[in-house]
């Protein structure tokens, strides 16, 4: 692990950098592109900032929802292949019409919703505060 500068600041100097001083000296396809790039770098960041907390709660409710004993994994990239497996098998009852009905439906509707919302605060946060 590095001092300083942190993750999060050097992406933020490139973003800023390309914010600040390249996109206005740029031609609109340029500009474009150059626009692109700070966005995703911006998505780096706050994904970077969040993914353990999100993980560790889409976890919690995968695992309330999966019957899933134990604790969650330590290493992160353990936690996301926990995730990532306990989404598909959630997906696999989805598809079978577990969720169609009943409790399970309501649950499973409540964990996609606040999935959703937590991708698209990584994503885009400004699409949660509506118009």
């Known amino acids: 692990m590095q001092d300083r500068p942190t993750v999060a600041e050097l992406l933020d100097a490139v973003r800023a950098f390309l914010e600040e001083e ?3 000296a740029l031609d609109a396809r ?3 592109h150059a ?4 966005n995703v770098l911006a998505i780096v960041g706050r994904e970077l900032a969040g993914e353990e ?3 560790r709660a889409e976890w919690d409710s995968l695992a309330r929802l999966l019957g899933l004993d134990g604790p969650p994994p330590a290493a ?3 936690l996301r292949a926990a995730v990532r497996d306990a989404t598909t ?3 696999q009852r989805i598809r079978r019409g577990d969720a169609d009905a009943g409790p399970f439906a309501r649950a499973v509707r409540a964990h996609v919703s606040e999935t959703v919302r937590e991708k698209l605060r990584v994503a885009n946060p400004r699409y949660l505060s509506g118009p």
């Open 76 to 78: 992160l990239a353990e």
């Open 35 to 38: 626009r692109v790039a700070a």
């Open 30 to 32: 340029r500009r474009f």
């Open 22 to 24: 390249a996109m206005p």
């Open 53 to 55: 907390a999100v993980l």
């Open 89 to 91: 098998t959630l997906a």
